[in-house]
T-cell receptor
Framework: DSGVTQTPKHLITATGQRVTLRCSPR?????VYWYQQSLDQGLQFLIQ???????AKGNILERFSAQQFPDLHSELNLSSLELGDSALYFC?????????????FGPGTRLTVL | GENVEQHPSTLSVQEGDSAVIKCTYS??????FPWYKQELGKRPQLIID?????GEKKDQRIAVTLNKTAKHFSLHITETQPEDSAVYFC???????????FGAGTTVTVRA
């Protein structure tokens, strides 16, 4: 167990809908990262927050947004869902924002869009 | 951003043999190189990492080597066991960047 928690574990929804994925970082970690992993694909970086502020953006669609709250948990919002959004969504956390800091992954949320 | 290439994409080895996975990166200023193991449907788990001021690091049957001149780093697994079967991802971080750039992954199968 990495100490990073994600809810829900599974999510099944329809095209056009909106969902929210939640992540709680390890105790003491200030930085949260979101990754998308499609079937048989690698890990694609979406976005990173550090202590409530956005720090880095990757290949995140405009239909997706995220935020980090004062208690450091983070939410990833996916809207106008398409079939191709079906994937595993992981969040990871680390103590600081960059440098050589180790990232620990949560168990992931499996999103299925029908 | 950083570009990471990983080879091979699949690797099948006999139990007890060694497995080697190689990654190359594009930016010479990268300074941190972790390796993650991911079993089917589970989270990526850090198995070993190396920083740019070190050439080699070992942890029991796992070792990572870094060649900064050639811009490549490799994972070595010795005395492979069936539980080593998984997908392995390498990653690199540019020194002034916040995100990890991952390789495409190597599916390792250890044959009993």
């Amino acid at each position: 167990d990495s100490g990073v928690t994600q809810t829900p574990k599974h999510l099944i929804t329809a095209t056009g809908q909106r969902v929210t994925l939640r992540c709680s970082p390890r105790s003491g970690d200030l930085s949260v990262y979101w990754y998308q992993q499609s079937l048989d694909q690698g890990l694609q970086f979406l976005i990173q927050y550090y202590n409530g502020e956005e720090r880095a953006k990757g290949n995140i669609l405009e239909r997706f947004s995220a935020q980090q709250f004062p208690d450091l948990h983070s939410e990833l919002n996916l809207s106008s869902l398409e079939l191709g959004d079906s994937a595993l969504y992981f969040c990871a956390s680390s103590v600081v924002a960059g440098g050589s800091d180790t990232q620990y992954f949560g168990p992931g949320t499996r999103l299925t869009v029908l | 951003g950083e570009n990471v290439e990983q080879h091979p994409s699949t690797l099948s080895v006999q139990e007890g043999d060694s497995a080697v996975i190689k990654c190359t990166y594009s930016d010479s200023a990268s300074n941190y190189f972790p390796w993650y193991k991911q079993e089917l449907g589970k989270r990526p788990q850090l198995i070993i990492d190396i920083r740019s001021n070190v050439g080699e690091k070992k942890d029991q049957r796992i070792a990572v080597t870094l060649n900064k001149t050639a811009k490549h780093f490799s994972l070595h697994i010795t005395e492979t066991q069936p539980e080593d079967s998984a997908v392995y991802f390498c990653a690199a971080r540019f020194f002034n960047d916040y995100k990890l750039s991952f390789g495409a992954g190597t599916t390792v199968t250890v044959r009993a």
